[in-house]
């Protein structure tokens, strides 16, 4: 995948999609080929992180104790205090609330063990406890949080989910097409790394808009008026057949 062919693709869909009254999402799906999902190894499950953000607001929330307590109430946007968890794990409404409006946990290393103990049932199914692979895992003596946050602001989470197929929001159609672009080669150059083939493991990259028709990077769109030509082309090329009298019809 190239960027010339990434910018062609984002050009045509941005071209045949209607404007809408809100901004739409940029949709990567990266088609895979010769996958075996029953084998773990071969099952995609990493983050990314982004160039530049895909433009969704995304909020962090914090299991420290009181060591860090304070610097991660200046960044995040909920903090919880260890000595609070056992509030939280007896109240599931509101902590299925908060879980729903978080996109990324971070936690303190030691506090691990406790966080499992109260929140795992809770986090672990949804996929959003502190994870080490996001860099969400942190020592208590951490110096400064407000780059991780950052970080993880521009951070997605690819997966396959079953299916030979990664889908992900790489960006918004108001978002500039080469911002757009070094997103998708950041998400592709993992995809291809994680694969067991590499190349011959993909099969193909689609982009489309929210509610756009897809379109095939490195392919060469039909749009509609051309597919009329064509039509109208083969229509004038039709053999003109012949009635019962043996006279050829004038009409096709």
């Given at each position: 995948m190239n960027k010339t062919d990434i910018l062609e693709t984002?050009?045509?869909?941005r071209e045949n999609s209607k404007k809408r009254n809100f901004a739409q999402s940029i949709d990567l799906i990266i088609n895979l080929k010769g996958i075996d999902l029953k084998k773990p190894e071969q099952n995609i499950s990493t983050f990314?992180?982004?160039p530049y953000s895909a433009g969704k607001t995304i909020k962090i929330g914090a299991?420290?104790?009181?060591?860090?307590?304070?610097?991660a109430k200046e960044v995040c946007d909920i903090?919880?205090?260890?000595?609070?968890?056992?509030?939280?794990s007896d109240n599931l409404k509101e902590l299925k609330k908060i879980a729903k409006n978080i996109d990324f946990f971070i936690a303190q290393a030691n506090l691990?063990?406790?966080i499992a103990?109260?929140?795992g049932k809770t986090l672990g199914p949804i996929g959003k406890m502190p994870n080490p692979k996001a860099g969400a895992v942190i020592p208590p003596n951490a110096v400064e949080l407000k780059p991780l946050v950052e970080k993880l602001k521009r951070t997605i989470r690819i997966q396959t989910k079953n299916e030979q197929a990664i889908k992900a929001i790489i960006g918004k159609e108001n978002m500039k097409d080469e911002e757009i672009t070094e997103n998708i080669l950041a998400v592709y150059n993992i995809v291809l790394h994680s694969v067991p083939n590499e190349i011959h493991s993909i099969k193909k990259s689609?982009?489309?808009?929210?509610?756009g028709k897809p379109f095939v990077v490195g392919q060469k769109p039909i749009i509609k008026e051309e597919?009329?030509?064509?039509?109208?082309?083969?229509?004038?090329?039709?053999?003109?057949?012949k009635n019962k009298a043996g006279v050829k019809d004038e009409k096709n």
């Open positions: 984002l050009k045509s869909a990314v992180t982004l299991f420290v104790s009181d060591e860090l307590q304070n610097k903090v919880i205090n260890k000595k609070d968890f056992s509030k939280y691990m063990t406790d103990k109260f929140f689609i982009l489309k808009l929210t509610m597919s009329k030509i064509v039509k109208e082309v083969k229509k004038e090329e039709k053999p003109k057949r």
